[in-house]
């Protein structure tokens, strides 16, 4: 008979081979749908909606000629979810690349230079390559987040978390789809973890990748101000300027105008859409009354002002919030996990795959010590409303208008309930107190 020690010398080797069955049961999926995707038009699987944009970008980036990439539509929020504007440079490419059509591209022009290694195979090799690397810069940001966490148990933990990442939908729809996300992820938990370990260029450096690939990370950059963390600033500044430059240098200025100018605005309005689980989205559905399964452009320049106010009071309140608990920087790292969640619910466009960069807070928040029952129904039920698409069947199936609006309303309130969770448990500052101690009569008369 073994002894329970002998038990315990296995265990290593049992969650090694699970990690390895679930990891493996993906990579299955990749290499089925490849097969799929090579044979004939009629056993050929779905072609994911959002990767043919990245790939046309991929391609035009590495165009000596033309580097243009971005042809607005008619109206321009079809640059959300519409089809690229036919007869342009861009949809001759993709018919080229077997594509009929493709969503316009709305990244960052530096998105199109990273992409560029993707136009050396055909869209098949592409796209099966690209979900490979994306499966595993989501296993390392796991890895990464789990040290930020901290505790015992390291290998328990990472199989843990990395399956129920993998079995967490955002993430099953951005490996689908061939979405930036995990590489988005990958940079700020990334980045957190090197402001742990008080490497602060790196960290900005991390945090700048994400800022030209899309945006968000920005936020981060207050925190930086409000701690006056001068060398993290500046080291970011510069990079930011090295990778602009290094994008400009490749695909000139017009695609950056045009993105910041024309693109930009429309993404930094949001509109109102089932699939866009944004506070500011839920504010236009309560004023149209019913949840939008298509596109709907009738909300009011006056609505948006709102919603854009709104989101600048989310993220003013959580800066004012951090310096009303703590007037020094000893708690960035926590503070920069905060601002992930932050980030989504102040951004005014946020489809279901942006929630992978909630994975790094939700890690945090389930590794806490302490948690009373509350707290975890609420972790709990929070987790599950953002990880599953179950509310999404209902705005689908029945189509009522007040259903639909408490629907439509879960994801955004989870998402505000796991803030509070986080802001609540702010890291006590320890406080030193002036004891006076008691000098002796004899110092005094040395003196």
Not at 298 to 318: E, F
Request: charged share 10%; proline share 7%; with cysteine.
């Amino acid at each position: 008979m073994q002894s329970p020690s002998q038990y315990l010398g296995k265990a290593p080797l049992a969650l090694a081979v699970i990690l390895f069955l679930v990891v493996g049961g993906q990579l299955s999926e990749f290499f089925h749908d490849y097969r799929s995707l090579t044979q004939s038009s009629s056993a050929r699987a779905d072609i994911p909606n959002d990767f043919p944009g990245y790939y046309v970008a991929a391609q035009i980036a590495r165009n000596p000629r033309d580097h243009r990439l971005y042809y607005l539509p008619g109206n321009p929020l079809q640059v959300l979810l519409g089809n690229a504007p036919k007869d342009t440079p861009w949809t001759t490419t993709a018919r080229t690349d077997g594509f009929n059509s493709t969503l316009p591209f709305n990244c960052p022009p530096f998105a199109a230079w990273l992409l560029q290694p993707l136009s050396f195979f055909s869209w098949p090799v592409a796209l099966l390559l690209w979900r490979i690397a994306l499966l595993g810069m989501l296993l390392l940001s796991v890895y990464l987040a789990l040290l930020i966490a901290g505790g015992d148990n390291l290998l328990l933990h990472f199989v843990l978390v990395a399956t129920a990442a993998l079995s967490f939908f955002p993430s099953k729809e951005t490996l689908f789809q061939g979405q930036l996300d995990p590489l988005i992820l990958l940079t700020w938990v990334a980045g957190v973890y090197l402001q742990k370990v008080n490497r602060p260029v790196w960290s900005a450096l991390l945090f700048a990748i994400g800022t030209v690939v899309k945006v968000s990370p920005i936020a981060v950059v207050g925190i930086f101000l409000l701690r006056r963390q001068w060398k993290w600033l500046a080291s970011y500044a510069a990079w930011c300027a090295i990778l602009m430059g290094i994008s400009i240098s490749r695909l000139g200025w017009e695609n950056h105008v045009i993105w910041a100018m024309q693109v930009m605005p429309v993404l930094s309005r949001g509109a109102p859409y089932f699939a866009n689980k944004s506070i500011a989205g839920l504010l236009y559905e309560v004023y149209l009354r019913r949840v939008p399964l298509q596109l709907d452009f009738q909300i009011p320049g006056l609505l948006t002002r709102v919603a854009s106010l709104l989101n600048l009071c989310i993220y003013g309140g959580t800066l004012i919030y951090f310096w009303w608990k703590n007037r020094v920087a000893n708690a960035i790292v926590y503070e920069l996990v905060v601002m992930a969640l932050t980030a989504l619910a102040m951004s005014p466009l946020v489809w279901r795959h942006y929630y992978v960069l909630a994975l790094l807070p939700l890690i945090v928040l389930w590794l806490r010590p302490g948690n009373d029952r509350w707290e975890w129904l609420v972790l709990a039920v929070s987790t599950l409303a953002i990880g599953t698409v179950f509310v999404d069947y209902v705005i689908v199936a029945v189509r009522h208008p007040v259903l639909d609006i408490l629907s439509g309303g879960v994801i955004p309130l989870a998402t505000l309930a796991l803030l509070f969770l986080l802001l609540r448990h702010y890291p006590a500052v320890r406080r030193e107190v002036f004891v006076p101690t008691r000098v002796p009569v004899a110092a005094y008369k040395a003196v």
